[in-house]
């Protein structure tokens, strides 16, 4: 079993960052690919960001790409999502996941999730 723990969200303003924190336990981290997804109310849970266990290959959608940066530590088996310039449609709770094989997309692909944070930007 791995045990995810998001920390980091909160209300800022249009144009702020964030950075959300996930610490993970129960496994090796290094063998985690780590991924973000987010749902606004309403909405389908969306991916956001992936990294890959090995290597640290990353993956974003395309509206985060040049806003958002996912990376990782794996002596404090937690990943970051660093996310400039949020805006509005931004806003949902912000959900951590792991996957034991490689970097996805899709969230049934992913074998754990955290508990989410709120992220809330207002314009």
């Known amino acids: 079993q791995v045990q995810l723990v998001e920390t980091g969200g909160g209300l800022v303003q249009a144009g702020a960052s964030l950075r959300l924190s996930c610490a993970a336990s129960?496994?090796?981290?290094?063998?985690?690919?780590m991924g973000w997804f987010r749902q606004a109310p309403g909405k389908e849970r969306e991916f956001v960001a992936a990294?890959?266990?090995?290597?640290?290959?990353?993956n974003y959608l395309d509206s985060v790409k040049r806003r958002f940066s996912i990376y990782r530590d794996n002596a404090k088996s937690t990943v970051y999502l660093q996310m400039n310039s949020l805006k509005p449609e931004d806003t949902g709770v912000y959900y951590c996941?792991?996957?034991?094989?490689?970097?996805?997309?899709?969230?049934?692909?992913?074998?754990?999730w955290g508990q989410g944070t709120q992220v809330t930007v207002s314009s």
């Open positions: 996941a792991a996957n034991l094989d490689s970097i996805r997309i899709r969230a049934s692909e992913y074998d754990y």
């Open positions: 129960g496994r090796p981290f290094s063998g985690l690919a």
């Open positions: 990294i890959s266990s090995r290597f640290s290959i990353t």
